[in-house]
């Protein structure tokens, strides 16, 4: 069994940053590709940053320049800088691996964090 426990989230003024961290646990040999999902209130979940297990990494246009997302495979975390943040950023943030690896033999598919709630006020 795998997890992964999101933290880093709170109450910000628009302008400022924060950073959110990503951590999956458990019995784990590789990871794919790791995400960040945002849902705002009364709209679909939709996808902010994802980075490879090689460090490419793609943004969502309304972010790029102002969020960062990077990863430490040794400790089997992501992260997302986000600076510069506005109220349109606030919203639940989920973290998101689309394959775990817990041997070769054992694996996970499209596994989500529980998500850490983002508040940018204006």
């Known amino acids: 069994q795998v997890q992964l426990v999101e933290s880093g989230g709170g109450l910000v003024q628009a302008g400022g940053s924060l950073r959110l961290s990503c951590a999956a646990s458990?019995?784990?040999?590789?990871?794919?590709?790791m995400d960040w999902y945002r849902q705002a209130p009364g709209k679909q979940r939709e996808l902010v940053a994802g980075i490879t297990s090689r460090g490419s990494t793609n943004y969502a246009d309304c972010v790029k320049g102002r969020f960062t997302i990077s990863r430490d495979n040794a400790k089997n975390t992501v992260f997302l800088q986000m600076n510069s943040l506005k109220p349109e950023d606030t919203g639940t943030y989920y973290c998101?691996?689309?394959?775990?690896?817990?041997?070769?033999?054992?694996?996970?598919?499209?596994?989500w964090g529980q998500g850490t709630l983002v508040t940018v006020s204006s």
């Open positions: 998101h691996a689309d394959e775990i690896r817990g041997s070769a033999t054992v694996g996970y598919i499209g596994v």
């Open positions: 458990g019995s784990i040999f590789s990871i794919n590709t």
